[in-house]
């Protein structure tokens, strides 16, 4: 097996469901220790983190990751054990005598490595540790600093003790990062062909909308926090929040849970719980999407409470910066494709470092599988990604343009 493979099979084999590490981090520590990087490692409640530096001063270039997954589902479902790493092709085992030797499995085979975290993103995370041990024993002495930063709390409900604290542990002590490669799996159809520069920000609400609870044959004596709440939504629904901008869509709205009765059909509800989601642009902020929300819902005379939970805002690495441009390069000759440059999807951590002053790409393998059953990554494109990292790597701290 590549050293690459190895490793992203060692790190799947750990079953790490958030916020579990599972010793992920001590087995990438450990390889990095031996070749001169300084650990520290941040444990804030169940949530583990890892900082590992190689160099002492100059611009820092970071490699970001996480080591935690999502739960498998039902493991009966899956062709192989989600957490019993496997080299298959995309219809089977591989048809070979020794399919059970994972190097023999993939002689003439189209290969994929199944397991949860395959593609979220264990596979990048092996990429990230192979191509800074490659990077420095080529430049021992090289300019500035390079690093990995990892924890085990991306996919929680919350992260809130994972990058979110650890950045600002760094801003309170003045810790440095200039540029931060995300390896969350961006790629739609093959390695290369879309980077992330930028993420919309994510603006949630918990609406509570109180009535009166009554029996429906007595409307008069209650209040249906249903009815009240209906012309509000609708309005909220039909809202233009802002028009976009040339690196981002129209900020959208949307109502992911709405819950209010009994269960019985003779009952006017006495509350309707709605959660609410911003996914928004930098054409918006989040206290003008607030504001804006609760003069919607007073001007319907709604009882109500609203709880905002802010996890994170947009952020953009622009075009010509240099990050962005040296990825956009690194693709384009290494993967023979010219990445499209999307400020689309989710969240993600690097949302947590652009306010240090960084700049902010992800790149990583396609996420067709990602948090699905039977979840893969082509073993092609697992061996290529140390490449691409590398070459970033070798351009990002070049000796000529790092004084």
């Known amino acids: 097996m590549s050293d690459v493979l190895d490793l992203a099979i060692d790190l799947i084999r750990r079953r790490s469901v958030t916020p579990e590490d599972a010793g992920c981090q001590a087995l990438l520590a450990e390889r990095l220790v031996r070749i001169g990087f300084r650990i520290e490692r941040h444990r804030y409640g169940e949530v583990d983190n890892l900082w590992a530096v190689h160099g002492h001063a100059g611009p820092t270039l970071a490699f970001l990751g996480h080591t935690d997954v999502v739960p498998s589902g039902p493991e009966d479902r899956w062709q192989t054990p989600p957490f019993e790493p496997?080299?298959?092709?995309?219809?089977?085992?591989?048809?070979?005598?020794?399919?059970?030797?994972?190097?023999?499995?993939?002689?003439?085979?189209?290969?994929?490595?199944?397991?949860r975290g395959a593609a979220d993103m264990k596979g990048a995370v092996a990429a990230m540790a192979v191509a800074l041990e490659r990077f420095v024993a080529a430049h021992p002495d090289h300019p500035g600093r390079v690093a990995l930063l990892l924890t085990s709390d991306e996919e929680g409900p919350t992260n809130l003790d994972g990058v979110r604290k650890l950045a600002e542990h760094f801003r309170?002590?003045?810790?440095?990062?200039?540029?931060?490669?995300?390896?969350?799996?961006?790629a739609k159809q093959r390695l290369g062909d879309l980077i992330r520069v930028g993420r919309r920000g994510s603006l949630s609400g918990t609406l509570s909308v109180r009535g009166v609870q009554g029996h429906v044959a007595y409307p008069e004596k209650a209040r249906n926090p249903i009815h009240a709440f209906a012309p509000a939504l609708a309005e909220l629904a039909a809202e233009r929040w802002d028009e976009g901008n040339s690196d981002f869509p129209p900020t959208s709205f949307q109502v992911s849970n709405l819950n209010a009765g009994t269960g019985a059909n003779n009952v006017i509800p006495g509350e309707l719980i709605a959660l609410i989601n911003f996914r928004y642009c930098t054409a918006s902020r989040a206290e003008d999407l607030r504001a804006r929300t609760e003069a919607i819902l007073a001007r319907h005379g709604l009882d109500y409470a609203l709880d905002w939970n802010l996890s994170g805002e947009p952020f953009l690495t622009p075009p010509g910066g240099r990050l962005r441009e040296t990825v956009v390069a690194v693709c384009r000759e290494l993967c023979g494709t010219e990445p499209e440059q999307s400020t689309g999807g989710g969240t993600s951590d690097g949302r947590f470092i652009a306010p240090l002053g960084a700049e902010v790409v992800e790149l990583g393998p396609v996420n067709a599988t990602i948090h699905k059953v039977d979840e893969c990554v082509d073993v092609a494109d697992l061996e290529k990604l140390p490449s691409l990292y590398h070459a970033i790597c070798e351009r990002m701290l070049d000796r000529e343009s790092v004084k």
């Open 172 to 186: 309170a002590r003045g810790e440095r990062i200039d540029w931060c490669v995300v390896g969350e799996p961006s």
């Open 86 to 115: 496997i080299v298959r092709d995309g219809g089977g085992l591989c048809d070979h005598p020794d399919r059970e030797n994972q190097k023999a499995a993939i002689h003439g085979c189209t290969p994929h490595l199944y397991g």
